[in-house]
């Protein structure tokens, strides 16, 4: 069994930073992509942005030049620095991994329970 476990969320004002970090434990033989999603109150969840093992990122158009993602493989873990937040950026932020649990089992998608990012204007 594999478990992400989120933490850095909580509330900040406009333009503040926040960063976010995901643990990934559990029966790990590796790790491809990590990335963070993101869901607000009555919107469906969207891809924030995702890193390979290998360092190559992608972000949505909506937080580019703002946010940084970045992981540490050693350590199973992504983070996610947050900078010039915005009202909108508001959204529970789930974690999410492609991950394989032994070297002849293809991987699949495991997530986060969620963490509140809550940003007010």
């Known amino acids: 069994q594999v478990q992400l476990v989120e933490s850095g969320g909580g509330l900040v004002q406009a333009g503040g930073s926040l960063r976010l970090s995901c643990a990934a434990s559990?029966?790990?033989?590796?790790?491809?992509?990590m990335g963070w999603y993101r869901q607000a109150p009555g919107k469906q969840r969207e891809l924030v942005a995702t890193i390979t093992d290998g360092g190559g990122t992608n972000y949505a158009d909506v937080v580019k030049g703002r946010f940084t993602i970045s992981r540490d493989n050693a350590k199973n873990t992504v983070f996610l620095q947050m900078n010039s937040l915005k009202s909108e950026d508001t959204a529970v932020y789930y974690c999410?991994?492609?991950?394989?649990?032994?070297?002849?089992?293809?991987?699949?998608?495991?997530w986060g329970q969620g963490i509140q990012v809550t940003v007010s204007s």
């Open positions: 999410n991994a492609d991950v394989k649990v032994t070297r002849y089992i293809r991987s699949r998608e495991y």
């Open positions: 559990g029966s790990i033989f590796s790790i491809n992509r």
